[in-house]
């Protein structure tokens, strides 16, 4: 038996071997190869075949530099993008999580006929409303001298004011076709027709969706600003007529109903404080949703403040990608839009199907409303799914950020983000491999504190 057992023992390492062996190659042995290099001062342009200086064992040096020496300011400026891009995680969860409660909801399907004429009904509209709104829109024939209209964005052709308002034109009948297909689809083919429509973001390149996104942000003739510049200079227009005051009141309006609500918040979870750590988790959510308020009903009172002043010199669409007030929103705006249908969708489905439908005709014989419903019964049993996505999310935000910021902005407007400053120091100028390890392993000791901390509130959460 003894032999009998040594022997299955050794064909299964024997198996085995391949993958431990790559593991081992290629896995282990870099990540303990860079932990070691991050306590050297290991540079490529000191450190190579042409010369003799040796690589010497600088212990912590690298660390303190990061965190509180010559290159702390870079470090701390770039974490800071990095956090302030992970703002689109809970919107991109949350977008994921309605998604899937639409998908996942129960219709009765329409009979083929009606269905047939329906889809019919649809395309003619669309056809008929293309065709109208390319006669609206068009420009006239284009001028026989064309003047240029500067971008001032590096890399991109300038643009003529006859090509911008062919482009306005094009943006208006691709939106009014796109929405007719989106009806004329999800009428023919249903939930699984949207449920395609959705995850399709997910199945392309990272790079071709990146390059795609630079076009739409183009300051001039791309098809965000040529759709915004129609709306801002009726909004100019409409902000003029009206008095100065009617918009400072309605400022002061919006930020006082929208503290009251934080404030009411906040009461009703002192009020309702639970014991032990799922009380104070509790506590703590209703405390982070009522400064989410508090931040949106700020930001929406400061433009109502300030829009009259704006428009006295006319709304203009932002340089997006150039300025870097606007650079980072609109990666998160990309990023929300790529991620909110993809995997986590479809996680937040599985989870949907798996809730036992005994407690939803329970709660309906209680006489629950859709919301006591989707509070009491829902979401608690989605609980190991939002415990997991908000984990992996969180790790994939801190690791993100330098493929947009590469392909999109090259690392200007303010957009660089940890990974990239780790590139920078790593592949770039003096190849600081030391310092670059020192950066990937601050990073990943972020990393792990954020997943404890995740873990140990989100595991409380899900076994209660």
Request: net charge positive; aromatic share 12%; hydrophobic share 55%.
């Amino acid at each position: 038996m003894i032999g009998s057992a040594r022997k299955r023992l050794l064909i299964a390492l024997a198996f085995l071997l391949p993958n431990l062996l790559g593991f081992l190659v290629f896995t282990a042995g870099p990540v303990l190869f860079s932990l070691a290099m991050s306590f050297t001062d290991w540079a490529l342009t000191k450190h190579n075949s042409f010369s003799s200086t040796p690589v010497r064992f600088v212990g912590i040096e690298n660390y303190a530099r990061l965190l509180w020496g010559d290159e702390s300011g870079f470090f701390w400026n770039y974490f800071g993008n990095t956090v302030y891009l992970m703002i689109g995680i809970p919107i991109g969860i949350a977008g994921s999580l309605g998604l899937a409660l639409l998908l996942n909801a129960k219709s009765s399907p329409a009979g083929r006929g009606s269905k047939a004429w329906g889809v019919g009904v649809a395309l003619a509209v669309t056809a008929i409303s293309c065709f109208g709104v390319w006669m609206l829109t068009t420009p006239g024939p284009a001028p026989t001298e064309l003047t240029a209209v500067k971008s001032g964005e590096i890399g991109l052709t300038d643009l003529t004011v006859f090509q911008v308002d062919r482009a306005r034109s094009n943006a208006a009948v691709l939106a009014m076709a796109v929405l007719g297909a989106v009806v004329a689809g999800g009428m023919a083919f249903g939930s699984a027709f949207f449920r395609t429509l959705f995850y399709l973001p997910s199945l392309l390149a990272g790079v071709a969706m990146f390059l795609l996104w630079k076009t739409l942000y183009r300051p001039r003739g791309g098809l965000i600003n040529a759709g915004l510049e129609p709306l801002l200079n009726w909004i100019t227009h409409a902000t003029k007529q009206t008095p100065e005051w009617v918009w400072k009141a309605g400022a002061a309006g919006v930020f006082g109903l929208v503290a009251m609500l934080a404030g009411l918040t906040v009461v009703n979870g002192v009020r309702n404080l639970g014991s032990g750590v799922a009380g104070a988790a509790a506590l703590f959510g209703r405390v982070a949703w009522a400064a989410t308020l508090l931040a949106a009903g700020w930001g929406v009172a400061i433009v109502l403040w300030r829009v009259h002043g704006w428009a006295a010199d006319g709304l203009k669409p932002p340089d997006w990608l150039i300025d870097p007030t606007y650079a980072k929103p609109a990666l998160i705006v990309m990023g929300v839009w790529c991620g909110v249908g993809g995997g986590n969708m479809l996680l937040y489905l599985a989870g949907l199907s798996n809730v036992p439908p005994e407690l939803y005709e329970a709660a309906s014989i209680d006489g629950a409303s859709g919301w006591q419903r989707f509070k009491h019964v829902t979401w608690p049993q989605l609980a190991p799914t939002t415990f997991f996505i908000v984990i992996m999310s969180t790790i994939g935000g801190l690791q993100g950020g330098f493929e947009q910021a590469m392909v999109m902005t090259g690392g200007a407007a303010e957009t660089r983000v940890l990974a990239f400053y780790l590139y920078e120091r790593a592949f770039k100028g003096t190849f600081e491999l030391g310092l670059a390890s020192a950066i990937a392993w601050v990073m990943f000791a972020m990393i792990f504190a954020m997943t404890i901390v995740n873990f140990r509130l989100g595991s409380q959460m899900t076994n209660d």
